[in-house]
């Protein structure tokens, strides 16, 4: 009989124990959901001066022109990171990334794609991942673009929104951190 009921007990705590397991499972995976990757939402807000594709990037006017937080042309040459400069955004999920941004990855030494083309002085949303383990930097090599520039942590996704140039050409874009170019991580930008 005592045994009988030990089994009883245990039986019901295992039923309990699973009860509340499924519970907390169906709970986090509610939250997921809400937040998670399979939200495909844009991060784009709205800010005083335009439309930035994520938080932390510089907006885009109605006209289409990349500004800065008081309004001014985004300049190109300015120091990476600087008021005058474009901005990078926010760490984001890739699904996060608008629909018509350029999406480039680099690891393992290497960028993918190597190249892409854009349209003379097109408001342009670059999209760069991190697929390894390192963090990266994306540059252009030609100073006219010096200020264009991403940093991204070990497998971090960020943005940044800046003016094509008006001139047509090709553009060549490389990893800063020491050592990574020389592997391999470079590629380029043709402007047309
Ligand atoms: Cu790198």
């Known amino acids: 009989m005592e045994n009988k009921n030990k ?5 019901v705590v295992v039923v309990v124990v699973a009860i509340v397991g499924y519970w907390i ?16 939402a844009p991060a784009a807000v709205e800010t005083p001066q335009g439309t930035a594709a994520a938080p932390g990037a510089s907006a885009v006017t109605d006209e289409g022109k990349v500004v800065t937080q008081s309004g001014q042309v985004a300049d ?4 990476p990171g600087s008021m005058a400069a474009p ?53 252009f090599r030609d100073a006219s673009l010096q200020a ?15 003016n094509a140039p008006t001139k047509s050409g090709e553009y060549e874009f490389f990893c800063d951190v020491p050592g990574h170019t020389a592997r391999g991580e470079t590629g380029k930008m043709i402007v047309k």
């Open 7 to 11: 089994i009883i007990i245990a039986v």
């Open 25 to 40: 499972a169906t709970k986090s995976g509610t939250n997921t959901a809400q937040n998670g990757p399979a939200g495909d």
């Open 76 to 79: 190109n040459t300015a120091i």
């Open 87 to 139: 901005q990078q955004s926010a760490p984001i999920t890739q699904s996060e990334a608008p629909a018509s941004s350029v999406k480039l990855s680099v690891g393992n030494s290497v960028f993918s794609p190597t190249d892409f083309s854009v349209k003379t002085g097109s408001a342009t949303t670059l999209v760069l991942t991190s697929v390894d383990s390192m963090t990266h930097v994306f540059k």
């Open 148 to 162: 264009v520039a991403v940093g991204i942590g070990p497998g971090e996704t960020r943005l940044i929104t800046f």
